[in-house]
T-cell receptor, first 112, second 115 residues
Framework: SQQGEEDPQALSIQEGENATMNCSYK?????LQWYRQNSGRGLVHLIL?????REKHSGRLRVTLDTSKKSSSLLITASRAADTASYFC????????????FGKGTRLHILP | ETGVTQSPTHLIKTRGQQVTLRCSSQ?????VSWYQQALGQGPQFIFQ???????GRGNFPPRFSGLQFPNYSSELNVNALELDDSALYLC??????????????FGPGTRLTVL
């Protein structure tokens, strides 16, 4: 079963615009991570936010976490063609065996 | 590049056969996790190995088994292959037992096709 659910499933925006993806989850977590995947290849870790954090930045990426709503968002500012990929959120649950649970992902397409 | 390598890149098998996939973890990492990713889906956790012992398992049948070696490389074995086993198999290495509490570094994956 998948813990996280990304929204939207697919997103197309113009190059230069900002892209926002959301993730909702069901149970309490230790941390939430965002990953990028290009063309069905390996996943690239983008950012990890812990349950006691509300916002983190990394370059053009901004991640927020609202544990009361069990949701997170990933914002990519000033999008580029190279940002075209699938983006997944993954949660590490509290008091469970050590594994991370992925959602189904958001497919982001940056239009030139 | 993460330093995590997987072999082979692609593999075609027939139903009922057995397959072994291999993963070399990043230097300094002692934990390897395996995931199955069907087309259009997110990765599904199969199991994790920490210091040569299984350290958690997802909802996969016993015909999915694994090993971790003293150098922390790992194998995923699947017996009695079924058509639904066709997927991208990803391994990820991390430094601590709590793989979810630490960043996982993924390999490029092995694409398995079962005919």
């Amino acid at each position: 079963s998948q813990q996280g659910e990304e929204d939207p499933q697919a997103l197309s925006i113009q190059e230069g615009e900002n892209a926002t993806m959301n993730c909702s989850y069901k149970t309490s977590i230790n941390n939430l991570q965002w990953y990028r995947q290009n063309s069905g290849r390996g996943l690239v870790h983008l950012i990890l936010i812990r349950s006691n954090e509300r916002e983190k930045h990394s370059g053009r990426l901004r991640v927020t976490l609202d544990t009361s709503k069990k949701s997170s968002s990933l914002l990519i500012t000033a999008s580029r063609a190279a940002d075209t990929a699938s983006y997944f959120c993954a949660t590490h649950r509290m008091n469970r065996d050590d594994k991370i649970i992925f959602g189904k992902g958001t497919r982001l397409h940056i239009l030139p | 590049e993460t330093g995590v390598t997987q072999s082979p890149t692609h593999l075609i098998k027939t139903r009922g056969q057995q397959v072994t996939l291999r993963c070399s973890s990043q230097s300094g990492h002692n934990t390897v996790s395996w995931y199955q990713q069907a087309l259009g889906q997110g990765p599904q956790f199969i199991f994790q190995y920490y210091r040569e012992e299984e350290n958690g398992r997802g909802n996969f049948p016993p015909r999915f088994s694994g090993l971790q070696f003293p150098n922390y490389s790992s194998e995923l074995n699947v017996n009695a292959l079924e058509l639904d086993d066709s997927a991208l198999y990803l391994c990820a290495s991390s430094r601590l037992a709590g793989g979810g509490a630490d960043t996982q570094y993924f390999g490029p994956g092995t694409r398995l096709t079962v005919l």
